[in-house]
């Protein structure tokens, strides 16, 4: 049976305007609501993720269940301040005036969500929603059909669907859905969609925020220290078999630590997932079989290093790495999101800035350097969503730190406050005094009247 979405925005609407969302100690019960029942279906959540990707226990707690809590408690313990109005300085021009700004609910928000990490990606962004005092409409993805049907009995066990509605669904449900007029969209997921998703949008004036990905770089200087950098870029980059937006896509590597470190990488992939990985527990599976398909190919456009194993009856793609990449093969044009890892070779960092710089802005860029020089100069001369030095994939559990991309791999952002002001109108309030007026204000203006302006603004 299908949707009745007219009626769900009817409902939400006639629901918005009560007011109650407005409340901010009713926020903080829904948050306490979503916060016992995540912690009551921790083991559906966790049996789901390992149906439709693979992941292990420890891997849906640590990168999906866990930080959605965090996010939760971050938020209720800061979210009577963040929600007070914010005073602003006068102006000697405006005397005795005072001003604030008001951080208001937009109403009636759109979240569609991705399937790569099903579960935090469509959490994150509803505590945010939840947390600015709107209703919201969640469209989880059907490629993680298990995950999006333990959070669609999560989310009507917890909220009233005039409050928060779950709707499931394909391409076609998403297009009906996008007919009607949204006060906010929040969309994750490939720019090929999130165009089509913003030329929508535009009919309605509906303002969005595209989280999307790209082709993370990964520099490695010479300066570096071996084994924490192959353990570090191990895990980033082959965590959930590689579909993670923010995960390393290609790596460049000066050329006198390149094969030492390649080496070093290898003899972690063993440490961590065993000699034969198919038969490991905490090794991922490709969502489906056109994403596994796509990725597939990808082997054939460099020459294999270590890895290229797998297996279509299980949509398993090994840990790969490879080398003699063309710059302008799909494998380096395109998104990899799976567990292939091009290594490139540099001579001189300016090299390395200039090849990043010569592509679409990246949604992460991440540095491996003890060099601070060296740190700062890509820093200075490149532009990305975030950066992380000496690590990967990490920086996303900082909560106070922004998440977004820039220009292809998306704008908006969000994450701890950042999410609250995201789905907040910042309505801009001045008192002005009613003891007195200034003449000077009004026709007919006379010469001195321009001079006493002239004064009060030099």
């Not at 449900?173 to 490939?190: C, K, M, P, S, W």
């Amino acid at each position: 049976m299908e949707p009745q979405i007219e009626t769900i925005l009817k409902n939400q609407r006639a629901f918005f305007a009560t007011h109650r969302t407005k409340d901010v100690k009713f926020r903080i019960e829904q948050l306490n609501k979503l916060k016992s029942s995540i912690i009551s279906n921790e083991s559906k959540i966790i049996d789901a993720l390992y149906k439709d990707l693979h992941k292990s226990d420890m891997e849906a707690y640590g990168s999906e269940i866990g930080p959605g809590l965090a996010k939760i408690t971050h938020t209720i313990n800061n979210l009577r301040a963040w929600a007070k109005p914010a005073k602003v300085k006068g102006s000697i021009t405006i005397p005795l005036a005072k001003a604030c700004v008001h951080s208001e609910p937009y109403g009636i928000v759109l979240i569609i969500s991705p399937w790569n990490y099903p579960f935090i990606l469509s959490m994150s962004p509803l505590i945010g929603a939840i947390a600015a005092g709107n209703c919201a409409v969640v469209k989880p993805s059907e490629f993680s059909s298990n995950t999006s049907q333990v959070m669609q009995d999560l989310l009507d066990a917890c909220f009233d669907r005039e409050y928060v509605t779950v709707i499931q669904g394909d391409v076609a449900i998403v297009q009906r859905i996008l007919q009607h007029r949204f006060d906010y969209i929040f969309y994750t997921g490939n720019g090929l969609v999130g165009k089509e998703i913003m030329k929508v949008a535009a009919e309605h004036l509906t303002p969005v925020t595209m989280e999307l990905g790209g082709k993370c770089p990964c520099v490695v200087d010479s300066d570096i220290d071996y084994e924490k950098t192959a353990r570090r870029i191990t895990l980033g980059k082959f965590q959930n078999a590689g579909q993670t937006c923010v995960a390393p896509d290609y790596l460049m590597v000066h050329k006198s630590v390149k094969r030492k470190l390649v080496d070093e990488i290898q003899r972690t992939i063993i440490e961590f997932y065993g000699q034969d990985v198919r038969k490991s527990k905490d090794f991922s599976r490709i969502i489906n079989e056109r994403h596994y398909t796509r990725i597939l190919k990808y082997l054939e456009e460099g020459d294999i290093v270590f890895g290229g194993d797998y297996d279509a009856m299980e949509h398993y793609i090994g840990p790969t790495l490879i080398e003699n990449v063309s710059p302008g093969s799909k494998v380096m044009q395109e998104e990899i999101f799976g567990p292939i890892l091009p290594i490139i070779e540099y001579s001189d960092i300016t090299e390395a800035i200039s090849y990043i710089n010569s592509r679409p802005k990246p949604l992460a860029l991440y540095i491996f350097s003890n060099e601070k020089r060296i740190q700062e100069k890509i820093l200075h001369e490149t532009s990305s969503g975030g950066v992380c030095i000496n690590d990967n994939v990490i920086q996303t559990a900082l909560l106070e730190l922004p998440f977004g991309g820039v220009g292809a791999s998306g704008f908006g952002r969000y994450h701890g406050k950042w999410s609250f002001d995201l789905f907040s109108n910042k309505k801009s309030v001045m008192r002005q005094t009613v003891l007195f007026d200034l003449k000077v204000r009004y026709p007919p203006f006379k010469v001195s009247a321009l001079n006493t302006v002239r004064r009060f603004v030099r």
